[in-house]
């Protein structure tokens, strides 16, 4: 099977998850769980893009793009110059922290003189790219990872740092223990060259989860609301 450099289609899915299950026989009960993962296209990549990243970190999606939409409106054109110009105070009112702020600036920075070239990531190795890319102050392998994923829709990126992916493949196969990172990229071998589609598949598996079981207490939290005001009215 040719090594796909990108996920450009449904029928790309459709392949990683046939391979998948072929390789590893634990992803069939998932996939009966989680469905297959929809086919997404490519979002936006570049500057914007890569700063959106940024702000997601450790923040819900809401409040992330609260935030991100606050800094657009202020940051226009929204383009590294602009953003370099752009006082503390004024990302700091957008509810940007000041590590996030000096991130934002390192990157724009880097884009500005050259040391950062977005266009040749586009075209770049996955492992060329992700060390292009973590060269620069500000983005981590997180943010890297992230972005050839969302932005770039690489095949097969394996984010082992996420720490959401670790509880989910935790509680996906099963594990006595969280995995580290060493121990994530190992589990992942014989999921290549389709590692971006597991990771989404994980996330959307463990999501399921989640949301399951925030219901199933919410069903049980009224059941017992119920049963005492009918112990009122006695």
Known sequence: MPKPHRI???????????????????????VKRAGKPAFVPRRRH????LMDIVVSQQLSIAAAD????RVKEKV???????????????????????????????????????????????????????????????????TADIYLMSSLGRADIWPVADVGLQAAIT?????KK?????????????????RTVVARLLWIHEDGIR?????????????????RAKKKKK
Not at 171 to 175: E, H, V
Not at 185 to 190: C, D, I
């Open 8 to 30: 450009s289609s449904a029928k790309h899915i459709d392949d990683a998850i046939a391979a998948l299950i072929a390789a590893d026989k634990r992803f069939h009960p998932i």
């Open 46 to 49: 570049g500057f914007e893009a």
């Open 66 to 69: 609260t935030i991100f939409g």
């Open 76 to 142: 226009v054109p929204f383009e590294p110059a602009t953003l370099l110009a752009t006082p503390a105070e004024t990302l700091r009112a957008c509810g940007l922290s000041a590590p996030k702020q000096k991130h934002m600036k390192s990157i724009a920075t880097a884009i500005a003189d050259g040391t950062l070239d977005l266009k040749r990531v586009r075209n770049m190795h996955d492992n060329d790219a992700r060390e292009h890319l973590t060269a620069i102050k500000g983005i981590g392998p997180w």
């Open 171 to 175: 509680r996906a196969f099963g594990l």
């Open 178 to 194: 969280r995995p580290n990172e060493k121990q994530m990229e190992k589990l992942s071998k014989a999921w290549q060259p389709w």
């Open 211 to 227: 949301r399951e079981k925030r219901e199933a207490e919410k069903r049980a939290k009224a059941e017992r609301a119920a049963k």
